[in-house]
């Protein structure tokens, strides 16, 4: 069973709706967790972090973790052309495990 | 967020000749560091984790005497690709933590022709 699980997609919403991803991880006593965006041909770049059950939101972008269940999830509300990416989920649990990323592609 | 920059961003080079690509934390220092490569549509795949004053930890399968990683300093950790092949083509992303936090560096491109 891999660290990390996501829906590599691709997961397609027209411009302005919201794109929802979803990300599940194994190790019960990790404690914080992360999304990164990855344009095609960059690095990843850290969009959202969350360490506490319950929501957390940074303008159109709202990170979800629920560690009873294990899972974590990020909003992005009124979706944009520019959300296009890779969205990689993130867990640190002693050492950081990636997921192996949801393609999200914005119709506009 | 904090900064971790990379040099150069990219690189061509003959196959056989080595390669330096430096990783630096700019406003913070970075007890590790970590390397990673990522072939074209695929995810990132961890190479080695860089200790400041200690041996880097490679992951298996990754070849220690071929990516020779040095990490001297709390801000710079250096990875060496020797004897480059055409298979060693890749991107190659440094990254550092800060605190809980892991941040990127912008990625060096290699090509060996």
């Known amino acids: 069973q891999k660290e990390v699980e996501q829906n590599s997609g691709p997961l397609s919403v027209p411009e302005g709706a919201i794109a929802s991803l979803n990300c599940t991880y194994s190790?019960?006593?990790?404690?914080?967790f992360f999304w990164y965006r990855q344009y095609s041909g960059k690095s990843p770049e850290l969009i959202m972090f969350i360490y506490s059950n319950g929501d957390k939101e940074d303008g159109r972008f709202t990170a979800q973790l629920n560690k009873a269940s294990q899972y974590v999830s990020l909003l992005i509300r009124d979706s944009q052309p520019s959300d296009s990416a890779t969205y990689l989920c993130?867990?640190?649990?002693?050492?950081?495990?990636f997921g192996t990323g949801t393609s999200l592609t914005v119709i506009p | 967020g904090a900064v971790v920059s990379q040099h150069p961003s990219w690189v061509i080079c003959k196959s056989g000749t080595s390669v330096k690509i430096e990783c630096r934390s700019l406003?913070?220092?970075?007890?590790?560091m970590f390397w990673y490569r990522q072939f074209p549509k695929q995810s990132l795949m961890l190479m080695a984790t860089?200790?400041?004053?200690?041996?880097?930890?490679?992951e298996q399968g990754v070849e220690k005497d071929k990516f020779l990683i040095n990490h001297a300093s709390l801000t710079l950790s250096t990875l060496t690709v020797t004897s480059a092949h055409p298979e060693d083509s890749s991107f190659y992303i440094c990254s550092a933590n800060t605190g809980p936090e892991q941040y990127f560096g912008p990625g060096t491109r290699l090509t060996v022709t």
């Open positions: 406003d913070f220092q970075a007890t590790t």
């Open positions: 993130a867990v640190n649990s002693a050492q950081f495990y």
């Open positions: 190790d019960r006593g990790s404690q914080s």
């Open positions: 860089s200790n400041e004053g200690s041996k880097a930890t490679y």
